[in-house]
């Protein structure tokens, strides 16, 4: 601030001496130049000295000398106005007396302002060299003060460090300690507790090693869990009755499960390597690219292909081919099944239906022709009683002849060996057939037979309808009481899977039991067996059943026992 007011008043007693040199411009040239950079010293005189005195008075404290300094200045500017070397023109002193004595006055003032400036600049150059020797011996005082402080703050630093770093390697050893712990699976150190980044480490530390050994634990568990899972799967496959073959991508045997070498008497080492289809009899649709083709048509079901043995004999089994993943790409999985048993008892089969066919019903059919002509006396005269008897032996040989025929029928019902030919069949046309064939039993029981007629057609093969029909009908006569009613109606219905016409036969016989419902559509199946053995065989139903299956219909009873039954059958509608 001294220094601040020092350099203003030199620039003030610098402006005084400018402030004459301009007038003297003023005076001895006069022209306007010299007046405009007059009248702006004179404001700038003004302004400094306003500035000057401001800091006097605000930040000096020196109000007095303020005031003085303004007044002085005032005095200087005024007098120079007044005196003969005012810049105004018009400002002519009168006299030369008066003109000499305003000289005076404005020389005093000038004089006065210089004095004071000077005066003012000393004492406060005064002041500065006071203040500048109090700063010196302050700062020595402070440099010294510093020197010691900054003795103390390495002290105590060394201090400080020598505490915090013996406990930070303390701490950083414990740490060290449980890196080793955790790679030597020994349990860890206490945890140190303290709240420092060090201790929050060591507490993350220890949250990570307790996860790790969660982890590790399962892990143990998982491998136990997959070791036994693994072992009991090499036991399944080693008891698995089917022939499991793996067979790598090119084709070749990888490695066959025990059956598959009782199966082929192949040890799977001497397989390894070995083309798949070596195993089987040439077959014509797998040709080319065996095990893909493998894949592909049995895909849906087991493939029958026979497969040969180490011994060159042929086995007939039944194939299928699936691929997995094994853990160095894909593999696949052949599971081939010895059919050989199903095999032998397809062929009994077959050989007891041509012995039903040819040793039976032949003779049956011949027995049958004899029986009646007997009857009829062309092989003589025949007495009431052999009449009656021979009736009786006819009744059977029919009742033969009809099981026989029945149990074809399902042979070949069961081997899908039957031409179904579709087509619109009128319902009163299969109503029409059926009454034709069941007049004989309806006239023998005195049954009221009733076909409501009906306008509806179905999609069906009508020969194959008819014995349905004919079938129910039958029955419904057979378990009514004689006399009674039996009634064969048909209607729409509109199912999910399309619309159908569903015929009904409404009988009033014993019914039928709630849990023999589904079981008399069963081959062989009878509710009554002494009651029915003398009348059926149980073959009726099952071959209603598979017919109406094979038209992709439906079969059922409603019935209340003793309140007679109703069977019905839906077949697509035309
Ligand atoms: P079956 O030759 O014995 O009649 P089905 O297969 O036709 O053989 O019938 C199986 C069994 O269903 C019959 O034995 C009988 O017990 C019962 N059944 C069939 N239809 C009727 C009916 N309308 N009323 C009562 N029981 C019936």
Known sequence: MRRDIVSRINKMLVMTFY???SLMQLKMYGDDSDKVSFKKYVVDMMNDCESLANVMDKKSGEPKTARRLRFLAHAFLDSMQRSQFSP???????TIFEGMEANVKFRDAARNLFWELQDLGRSQELKVNAATAKE????????????????????????????????????????KENTRRLGSDIHLLERLGTRDEIGELDGVFHDMVNDLNTMRAKEKQMTALLEEGKERLELVIRNVPAALIVVDQDGRVESLNPSAEVLFEYTSAACTGRPLERFFLKNNRLEGDFVNKLLRESADRPLTLEAVSSQQEAIPVEV?????????????????????ERYKLEQLKRDFYSMVSHDIRTPLTTISGILQLSRLGKYGPVSPDLGGRLVTAEDNTHRLLDMVGR???????????????????P???????????????????????EFTPTPLVVNADKHYLVQVLTNLVANAIKYSPRGGSVKVWAHRVSLPKGNFVEISVGDEGPGIPPEMKAVIFERFKQVDDRRDKKTGFGLGLT???????????????????????????RVQSA
Request: proline share 1%; net charge negative; charged share 25%.
């Open 19 to 21: 402030g004459f040199q």
């Open 88 to 94: 105004e023109e018009n400002n002519q002193v009168a």
């Open 136 to 175: 010196a011996k302050l700062r020595a005082y402070f440099e010294h003060i510093t020197e010691w402080v900054t003795l103390l703050d390495i002290a105590v630093a060394l201090v400080l460090a020598f505490f915090f770093v013996g406990k930070t390697v303390r701490q950083l050893n414990v740490l």
């Open 320 to 340: 299928t081919a699936t691929t997995f993943e094994g853990p160095d790409g894909t593999r696949v999985l052949a599971t081939v099944m010895d059919v050989t």
């Open 407 to 425: 149990l074809l029928d399902l042979d070949k019902l069961d081997q899908g060996a039957v031409d179904v030919s579709r087509e619109d069949v």
């Open 427 to 449: 319902v009163s046309f299969i109503l029409d057939e059926t009454a034709k064939s069941v007049l004989r039993q309806k006239e023998e029981k005195d049954i009221n037979l």
């Open 543 to 569: 071959i209603c059943k598979q017919i109406v299956d094979l038209h992709g219909g439906e079969i059922g009873v409603q019935s209340q026992p003793g309140q007679g039954s109703v069977f019905w059958f």
